[in-house]
């Protein structure tokens, strides 16, 4: 069973940064696409940010130019670096990964931009 462990959220001020990370429990190659999706209260999930295995990133409209995904292969670890945030980027970010056969998700982490 793989896990995925988010973590770097928190409470920050408008214009302020955050990073988070997602900790997959085995190579992060055996995934074809990893992502960061979002989910704000009564809203749908929505996604942020893929990472392709062959490192061929896309972004939500939202947040392009602001926010930049990543990762380290040798930490089996994806990446959200959040900059310039506002108020509308409040919600819970989930890691998530997918591999031919399942699709797998975080626990997600909490991200309030507020002053």
């Known amino acids: 069973q793989v896990q995925l462990v988010e973590s770097g959220g928190g409470l920050v001020q408008p214009g302020g940064s955050l990073r988070l990370s997602c900790a997959a429990s085995r190579s992060i190659f055996s995934f074809y696409v990893m992502a960061w999706y979002r989910q704000a209260p009564g809203k749908q999930r929505e996604l942020v940010a893929t990472?392709?295995?062959?490192?061929?990133?896309n972004y939500a409209d939202s947040v392009k130019g602001r926010f930049t995904i990543s990762r380290d292969s040798a930490k089996n670890t994806v990446y959200l670096q959040m900059n310039s945030l506002k108020p509308e980027d409040t919600a819970v970010y989930f890691c998530?990964?997918?591999?031919?056969?399942?699709?797998?998700w975080g626990q997600g982490t909490q991200v309030t931009v507020s002053s």
């Open positions: 990472i392709s295995s062959g490192d061929i990133r």
């Open positions: 998530n990964a997918r591999s031919t056969n399942d699709i797998y």
